[in-house]
């Protein structure tokens, strides 16, 4: 097993881990007082959050632009 002396994240042990999941795991660039959240009826995922991004601007560019073949 590598080491390495960076610390990119913890597994949040404050939390109950849900079966079937892993615990839940935090970033240690984000201080708990930093970070903003809104919370949208329905959207519990992230898949559910891009498709109602998606929904909500359907003609925008996504994950850069082709030209081209």
């Known amino acids: 097993m590598s080491t390495s002396k960076f610390k990119y994240a913890h597994w949040n042990m404050d939390k109950a881990q849900e079966p079937g999941f892993s615990r839940e795991l935090l970033s240690e660039d984000i201080s708990d007082t930093g970070v903003e ?27 850069g632009t082709r030209v081209g073949n």
């Open 37 to 63: 959240t809104y919370n949208y009826p329905g959207i519990d995922t992230v898949i559910k959050g891009f498709d109602r991004t998606a929904e909500r601007v359907p003609n925008n560019n996504c994950f």
